[in-house]
């Protein structure tokens, strides 16, 4: 059975950092480009981060985000431990939302329907 499992969410104050992973079970995700998305209430799951694979597409993982979250949140990811990781500073009330990841076989891409495999999903909520 193929998983993704996000952890990391919380409440935090604006200005500060969280580090949300999300680590992978059942298969290699070796050649899956890797993103994350959220969901804020009453609102459509946007794109906010996205990652490559390694030879391919681009030299190294390439990276790509949203413009509302660029040059705050970098996300990362480690083959051997099936791992894809998030690291969120200067957090701000409006990244409150539910963070989710996901994998896209040999894609790498900002459109979650061309994602098959998601988490759970994991909640951030940030205080003013």
């Known amino acids: 059975q193929v998983q993704l499992v996000e952890s990391g969410g919380g409440l935090v104050q604006a200005g500060g950092s969280l580090r949300l992973s999300c680590v992978g079970s059942?298969?290699?995700?070796?050649?899956?480009?890797m993103g994350w998305f959220r969901q804020a209430p009453g609102k459509e799951r946007e794109f906010v981060a996205r990652?490559?694979?390694?030879?391919?597409?681009?030299?190294?993982?390439?990276?790509s985000y949203a413009d509302s979250v660029k040059g705050r949140f970098t996300i990362s990811r480690d083959i051997v431990k099936r791992a894809v990781y998030l690291q969120m500073n200067s957090l701000k009330p409006e990244d409150t939302a539910f963070y989710y990841c996901?994998?896209?076989?040999?894609?790498?891409?900002?459109?979650?329907?061309?994602?098959?495999?998601w988490g759970q999903g994991t909640q951030v909520t940030v205080s003013s």
């Open positions: 990652i490559g694979w390694s030879s391919g597409i681009t030299s190294g993982y390439g990276t």
């Open positions: 059942g298969r290699t995700f070796s050649n899956d480009g």
């Open positions: 996901a994998a896209a076989y040999t894609k790498y891409s900002t459109d979650s329907r061309d994602y098959t495999y």
